[in-house]
């Protein structure tokens, strides 16, 4: 999972400077490459990468927990 990341990631750097080249030299359809660089960005990308980040339940040291906080007020 995480090469797989790096690939994509890489693949979006490149797509990225590819567009900023064709943005700089005007090309007519260099806003369609971009836009098309962060649609990719946030519609594969970012699900793959929260996805890795988080599967392992990583995420509830961040999570609060009202219940402890109860206990603490009626004490």
């Known amino acids: 999972m995480k090469t797989l990341l ?3 990631f890489i693949i979006f750097l490149f797509w990225m400077i ?3 080249y064709l943005l700089n030299t005007e090309h007519p359809k260099a806003h369609i490459v971009m836009g098309l660089g962060v649609m990719y960005m ?7 990468f929260i996805y890795h980040r988080y599967k392992d339940g990583k995420y509830k040291k961040y999570i609060i927990d009202n219940s402890k906080d109860k206990k ?4």
């Open 18 to 20: 590819i567009g900023a």
């Open 6 to 8: 790096k690939i994509l």
């Open 42 to 48: 946030s519609f594969i990308l970012m699900p793959i």
């Open 72 to 75: 603490k007020a009626e004490n």
